[in-house]
């Protein structure tokens, strides 16, 4: 079993939907959360950075903590065409490595 | 200014060859890393400087050797590599030495290796 677990997609919607990513993770000792975009070619931009439980809202993204479930989400409003690239959760206990999940290709269709 | 940049951007080498990656940051972050990744695969971590030390080496072949000359430059010096090597190669930092926590990513270097 890998230690985070992330649906590779692909996953196509239409402009202006919420999309809603999903990761899940069996090591409890994660602290700091984080969803990556990366577009085609390109490096990965740190788009959100939690640490612990809760919920963190950043203009049209919102990203969701449950350590209770050992889950965690990030949700796009209002998505647009340029929204479409890879997303990638990554989670660390803090001890210098990222856990990166597989990464989830995302298609905004106008 | 949350910028991390990787040169060059794209490197064609032969197997005889040897040359290198540069990453430079001036966030004054104190921890930097180099990540390896392959086509529609996640990165995965190679080298973790912390406070100018290699503190992680991630069972690397000794064809990729990490250099970091002081706390804004990392380099990565390759040779003899094969064509299996070929990847985007990404530099990241981190504010803390201690911990990977808000890791911001260079663009990368897109490396073919014939």
């Known amino acids: 079993q890998k230690e985070v677990e992330q649906d590779p997609g692909p996953l196509s919607v239409p402009e202006g939907a919420i999309v809603s990513l999903n990761c899940t993770y069996s090591?409890?000792?994660?602290?700091?959360f984080m969803w990556y975009r990366q577009y085609s070619r390109k490096g990965p931009e740190l788009l959100m950075y939690?640490?612990?439980?809760g919920n963190k809202e950043d203009g049209r993204f919102t990203a969701q903590v449950d350590k209770s479930s050992k889950y965690i989400s990030l949700f796009i409003r209002d998505s647009q065409p340029s929204d479409s690239a890879t997303y990638l959760c990554?989670?660390?206990?803090?001890?210098?490595?990222?856990?990166f999940g597989q990464g989830t290709r995302l298609t905004i269709n106008p | 200014d949350t910028e991390v940049t990787q040169t060059p951007k794209h490197l064609v080498m032969g197997m005889t060859n040897k040359k290198s990656l540069k990453c430079e940051q001036h966030?004054?972050?104190?921890?930097m890393y180099w990540y390896k990744q392959k086509a529609k695969k996640p990165p995965e971590l190679m080298f973790v400087?912390?406070?100018?030390?290699?503190?992680i080496n991630e069972s690397v072949p000794s064809r990729f050797s990490p250099e970091c000359p002081n706390s804004s430059l990392l380099n990565l010096h390759l040779h003899a590599l094969q064509p299996e090597d070929s990847a985007l190669y990404l530099c990241?930092?981190?504010?803390?030495?201690?911990?990977?926590?808000?890791?911001?990513f260079g663009q990368g270097t897109r490396l073919t290796v014939v």
């Open positions: 990241a930092s981190s504010p803390s030495g201690g911990k990977n926590t808000e890791a911001f």
């Open positions: 090591n409890s000792a994660f602290q700091y």
């Open positions: 939690t640490y612990s439980s």
């Open positions: 990554a989670m660390t206990q803090g001890a210098q490595k990222l856990v």
């Open positions: 966030m004054g972050h104190r921890a």
């Open positions: 400087y912390s406070y100018e030390k290699l503190s």
